[in-house]
């Protein structure tokens, strides 16, 4: 037996496009420092998750890469260091980074400045 579909006129087929984003991002400003193979470059964090960041940077980056990446809060809070990052996009002098491995105690400083930055948005 073989399944037919109705074929719809195409102004019926219209899908609204959703955020399939799992974690809301919070809009910062905080200087990094990343290194891979080819040795060390700096950049500024312009969102940020728990599971990931979104930077502005002069240097490409390619999709896949793997690499370390330092996270400077500038509010007297210790420097959050992600062992492993990978680029999951990169388009016009942008790049989403998801984190991949990173240490409990700073798996806990990065809760803490996401939690700082949301608490801060909505005291705006």
């Not at 219209?14 to 984003?21: E, N």
């Not at 809070?77 to 680029?87: F, K, M």
Request: charged share 25%; with cysteine; aromatic share 6%.
């Amino acid at each position: 037996m073989e399944l037919m579909l109705p074929v719809l006129p195409e102004e019926d087929c219209f899908v609204p496009r959703m955020d399939l984003r799992r974690y809301v991002r919070k809009a910062v400003h905080l200087g990094i420092i990343f290194a891979d193979k080819g040795g060390f470059a700096s950049g500024e964090v312009i969102d940020l998750t728990t599971r990931g960041c979104g930077l502005r940077l002069i240097l490409p980056l390619v999709c896949g890469q793997c690499l370390t990446l330092k996270l400077y809060p500038g509010n007297g809070t210790s420097a959050v260091i992600c062992d492993l990052v990978q680029v999951q996009w990169v388009k016009e002098g942008r790049a989403g980074l998801v984190f991949l491995s990173m240490s409990l105690e700073n798996e806990l400083r990065l809760h803490r400045l996401c939690d700082e930055y949301l608490l801060s948005k909505v005291e705006d």
